[in-house]
């Protein structure tokens, strides 16, 4: 199914990964920034829909991204962390989200929003995220926790897949939480690779984010060729 302003160029390929229950949603302009960004959700919860293929690409072109619906914190968050301080207009927002590609690490829908991955769900998922890599080619990516489990599983397939990681920093804490950045780099890929608290957690403050995520991720937008 066709969905406005999503780049399906890629889907030749990411129909053979498995297990990919959902192809990640890829805007029409990811492949003409030079900031690729793949932004990386943890689960989802809405099981109603979890039948549909194109879930994740409806949540983004259709239901919460590049609808600017006011219920999704998360969304509206991530466009406050990544466009920076100023006030942005809509359009800005919209382009923003037509430039990123958008993937859920967890590979099956939560029961609920007190339901929690396990430790399987992250390493499958990662196991996923490394080859949406190969043939994404990102140069950054953002991932929307900060929690032991999701670091130390990434590490764990990072090593299963003679990826290195180099330049680890730790932030300060920032909303009760701590920020970590790494390089990765293999034969196949070399991208940034930052965790920043989930944006719709309660203590997260957007103003105190944004200057650690750039420190390390450029404002896609900037990165558009003219």
Known sequence: MSIDYCDPRFDSEL????????????????????????????SCYDSKNERIPDFTRKCIGEWFGLS????????????????????????DKKTLWRTVCYHNLVL???????????WNDYVEGWKVFFDLAGI?????????????????????????????????LRSDKISGAYGTKLDVKSDKYSFCLVFMMHPSSRNFSWRKWSPFIHQFIPNPLDGLAP
């Open 136 to 168: 994404l080619n990102p140069t950054h990516c953002l991932f929307a926790g900060t929690d032991w489990e999701k670091l130390n599983s990434f590490k764990e397939v990072a090593s299963s897949r003679k990826a290195e990681i180099n330049g680890v």
């Open 68 to 91: 600017l619906s006011p219920k999704s914190k998360m969304h509206r968050n991530l466009e406050r962390v990544i466009l920076g301080d100023n006030p942005h207009a809509d359009e």
């Open 15 to 42: 129909v053979n990964i498995r297990p990919l229950p959902w192809l990640p949603w890829v805007g029409d302009k990811y492949e003409a920034s030079g900031v690729k960004l793949i932004i990386l959700g943890e």
């Open 108 to 118: 099956r829908f939560m029961s609920s929003n007190k339901e929690r991955p396990v």
